[in-house]
């Protein structure tokens, strides 16, 4: 348990000094704030719900000041709605291990599950570990801090897409899990080139390790069981054709489409995607108009709600420090 | 399967109150002839033009408001079965496209020709409503959010849905049949680098019309439920209404709500 807490503690501090105002941050604005942007408190917990398993990464997250600094983070966005923004173990869809970040339309609220990134140290060991013994050649360096702390901001970008596209009534024609990978990614570009890179990589390695749908066909068509009070995805994540009935993309795609928006935002800070033969040469030949496609649709929908003085604001912030960024 | 072509999507029945629907002024059709007279597509090409498919589809298009003309043709497209769709140009079918929809009804229902029409029918609606669906986004500038085939797929399943359960069951129930027959190819497995696609697996399409069609039409398609996990199926509802939101914000002020409601009262499909 000792052994869990401390593990999950070094996962939330290289995860969160995207948020952390380190001493070699530059000062927080004081007037970056938005008042329909409030961190969730219950019963005087600061928005940090009690919890026992996950004592040390709660303390790490209050010590941070992650869920205030997140607030910061998006006070341009002016939502007409209140966003609610807290971290729990076990309220809503926080649930057991494996449970990540998550927005819930209803209520309005991201909810920062303390139990995600519990598997990210050996994801993200593996990944380094494959890059050390040129087992992805070619493939771009990263760092294990960089993977998981870049994931870690992904996902919190991403559930933070489904807020907006939720709070200003966003039209979505595509798929909206992939809508909210594409903001993540758009958002991601968008911040310094350091950052940028850290939350594409952090993102598409995680998905890169994630794995792929079963490749031989079923015998018979998938047949959900009305009377099982189970939701099928075991039985179904087995199953060569119900494997892609998921409103996410498989890994892959997601990891591709990641890095298409990266690429045809900045060919050249992203060029070694390509060299490497990471993103094929087919699919990047496409990403130039899928980025232009996604900054249309974000000046479209979402910059009208944007005030550009507190965009600058949060550009002039050092919310990573560079040190792990290396 | 020619001749189910010709009736397949816009074969409108006339009833007792039939207005006549003028056709889109700016929309130009186009049935280019293949270029070898001994071409393997002259039967379809011929086809086509004798039941005025493009013809029909002028009057279904006609309540909505381009802001300039668009060319839809039929069209040999060197073996390719899509011709992608690109900004000022024309939107296409193509002929092997048909000829490929034909071959899988057959190996499909190889010995029931009405239900190999019925498959031709579905797919071949599915198929133009997409085309057009990506000059739609063009020419009305949307925006899109998420990816654009995917966009132009769950557009296609949302308007099959606006004609009543008939054109619906024909229109997504065998373009589904049709999207389960190519996932179960063995050469049509995805595995690596074939995930890098902009388009998605025909898995992946199938569940998109199979959940937006339950979500719009729970009456009409609830025993989808008995082939969708439940996690995704209690997403459908939801999945619908956000296709349906879009398509009001952005599309619907392009209609012309009078000959829109002229389009809906005639029997597609039949």
């Not at chain 1, 604005?29 to 938005?34: I, R």
């Amino acid at each position: 348990m000792n052994r869990y807490r401390v593990s999950t503690a070094i996962i939330v501090v290289g995860a969160l000094a995207l948020l952390a105002a380190s001493r070699l941050s530059a000062q927080i604005p004081a007037d970056l704030s938005n008042s329909k942007i409030i961190v969730y408190s219950a019963e005087g917990d600061g928005g940090y719900r009690q919890t026992q398993k996950y004592a040390g990464v709660r303390d790490t997250m209050m010590k941070l000041r992650v869920l205030e600094k997140y607030s910061q983070f998006l006070a341009p966005v002016r939502f007409p709605y209140t966003l609610r923004l807290f971290a729990s173990e076990d309220v809503g869809d926080c649930k057991g291990d494996g449970s990540s970040p998550y927005y819930a339309s209803g209520v309005r609220w991201i909810n920062m599950c303390y139990q995600f990134g519990a598997d990210l140290p050996a994801m993200a060991d593996d990944i380094v570990q494959r890059l050390a013994s040129n087992r992805l050649p070619g493939f771009p360096r990263a760092s294990r801090e960089q993977i998981i702390m870049g994931l870690y901001a992904a996902v919190l970008m991403h559930e933070t897409g489904h807020a907006i596209f939720d709070l200003l009534s966003v039209p979505v024609f595509g798929r909206e899990e992939d809508a909210a990978d594409e903001m993540a990614a758009y958002v991601a570009v968008h911040l310094n080139k350091d950052v940028a890179r850290a939350v594409v990589l952090g993102f598409a390695y995680y998905w890169y390790g994630s794995g792929n749908p079963p490749t031989r066909p079923p015998k018979s068509i998938f047949k959900s069981d009305p009377n099982s009070k189970d939701e099928d995805a075991g039985k179904c994540f087995s199953d060569a054709i119900c494997a892609f009935a998921d409103m996410h993309g498989t890994s892959w795609q997601r990891m591709y489409n990641m890095l298409c928006i990266a690429y045809g935002s900045d060919h050249a800070a992203f060029q070694d995607l390509v060299d490497a033969g990471w993103l094929p040469k087919d699919r990047a030949a496409g990403c130039d108009d899928e980025y232009k496609r996604a900054d249309f649709a974000f000046r479209q929908t979402v910059l009208p709600f944007v005030d550009v003085d507190l965009v600058n604001k949060v550009r002039s912030v050092q919310w990573f420090n560079p040190s792990d960024l290396k | 399967m020619l001749s189910c072509v010709g009736s397949a999507l816009f074969a409108a029945t006339a009833n007792a109150q039939s207005a006549v629907i003028p056709d889109n002024p700016q929309l130009v059709t186009s049935y280019v002839r293949p270029q070898s007279p001994f071409s393997p597509f002259v039967p379809i090409y011929n086809g086509l033009m004798k039941r005025h498919v493009l013809e029909d589809l002028k009057q279904f298009f006609g309540p909505l408001r381009l802001p300039r003309t668009l060319v839809v043709q039929v069209s040999e497209c060197g073996g390719a079965t899509t011709k992608t769709y690109k900004p000022g140009g024309p939107v296409t079918i193509c002929y092997e496209l048909v000829d490929q929809i034909g071959k899988a009804a057959a190996e499909m229902a190889p010995n029931d020709q009405g239900q190999q029409d019925q498959i031709v029918n579905g797919a071949f609606v599915q198929a133009m409503l997409v085309e057009l669906s990506h000059a739609i986004f063009d020419l009305l500038q949307v925006p899109i959010w998420g990816r654009e085939s995917d966009a132009a797929d769950r557009l296609a399943a949302f308007i099959m849905l606006q004609f009543g359960e008939d054109t619906a069951k024909t229109a997504i129930f065998n373009s589904a049949q049709l999207f389960l027959h190519s996932a179960l190819t063995p050469d049509r497995i995805w595995t690596g680098t074939d995930f890098a696609k902009a388009t998605s697996p025909e898995a992946q399409r199938m569940y998109e019309y199979m959940c937006i069609a339950v979500g719009g039409d729970e009456p009409s398609f609830g025993w989808v439920y008995n082939y969708m996990p439940k996690f995704r199926a209690g997403s459908c509802a939801e999945d619908y209404a956000k296709i349906e939101g879009a398509f009001n914000l952005r599309i619907m002020p392009y209609m012309d709500p009078n000959l829109l409601v002229q389009v809906r009262a005639r029997r597609w499909l039949q």
